[in-house]
């Protein structure tokens, strides 16, 4: 039986509707997600967004517990900022990694639970692309990233927005890293056609987010729905016990989820109908929750 449910954002709260369900989720999905957590089954947000970029966007849900942030770096209530787990980057990997790849020409973002910090002048049209379809504060600009990684110890993420064509030799630039951090290659449809690379300590991600959540929440990962769009969101579905996918799933993540049994799997409409609402509808309607859920209007 389902005892949480558990969502990635892009592309399955948020769509491509400017004002409807961008940069915030339909009033009809937050209302209806509100009405799950009324009546007792909690519903977490799993992001690589930052926590303070999550914050608004959580409270506009109404969901006031633990989610999981900085693509499993932090567990964390942004609300009340209450951090039940973090897992932080030693900022001495980040520098090697900075002075690898030359902070002039590649795009960086480092990241704290408060902040978010860029260099200026390097490819603003990364940057203006990031910002437009984030829920997140301005970025602190600097001269230097270098200096940033100088004055803390650690941060809960790195990322590198990069254009396709040079995934290969960034890869080969940090190839000497992947002993010591963990890398997450993705793309969204809000930043295409340039990708990101997510770097969080090594060993974390967001199948260890699920877990820590698991914990926090004291069930197991196979009582949680978990709803995602595209095979980054592989890392924690395939660990939980019920997996819906968006109507704009991935092809890649959806090889994957076929691999599932069919009664424990379904696909619904795409973000920008909602597809969430019609997702957890089913399951409900299968009497896979352990609670009663008033059927969306």
Wanted: glycine share 6%; aromatic share 8%; charged share 25%.
């Amino acid at each position: 039986m389902i005892k949480a449910i558990i969502l990635d954002v892009d592309g399955v709260l948020l769509g491509t509707l400017k004002g409807v369900n961008s940069p915030y989720p339909s009033t009809k999905v937050t209302e209806y997600l509100k009405s799950i957590q009324d009546s007792g089954m909690p519903v977490a947000l799993m992001s690589g967004k930052a926590s303070f970029a999550m914050r608004r966007l959580i409270k506009v849900a109404d969901l006031n517990n633990m989610h999981v942030t900085d693509a499993g770096a932090v567990i964390m209530d942004p609300i009340d900022r209450t951090i039940y787990k973090q897992h932080l980057l030693d900022s001495r990997i980040i520098k090697e990694m900075l002075q690898a790849t030359g902070t002039s020409k590649t795009f960086w973002e480092l990241y704290t639970t408060d902040h978010w910090y860029i260099q200026k002048d390097v490819n603003n049209a990364y940057r203006d692309k990031h910002r437009k379809h984030s829920n997140i504060i301005a970025p602190i600009e600097v001269a230097d990233l270098n200096t940033i990684a100088d004055q803390f110890p650690s941060f809960t993420k790195a990322m590198v927005i990069y254009s396709p064509e040079v995934k290969g030799r960034l890869k080969v630039i940090l190839e000497p890293f992947f002993e010591k951090a963990a890398f997450q290659w993705a793309g969204t449809p809000f930043i295409a056609p340039s990708e990101m690379l997510i770097i969080t300590t090594r060993g974390i991600s967001k199948r260890t987010g699920l877990k820590e959540l698991a914990e926090h929440l004291h069930i197991n990962a196979s009582e949680m729905l978990g709803i995602g769009d595209t095979i980054m969101d592989w890392e924690f579905l395939q660990d939980c016990g019920y997996v819906g996918v968006m109507g704009n799933a991935t092809a890649e993540l959806l090889a994957k989820v076929r691999n599932l049994p069919e009664d424990k799997i379904f696909q619904g409409p795409g973000v920008d109908q909602d597809g969430i609402i019609k997702i957890v509808d089913h399951f409900r309607e299968q009497m896979m929750f352990t609670i009663i859920i008033n059927k969306s209007k």
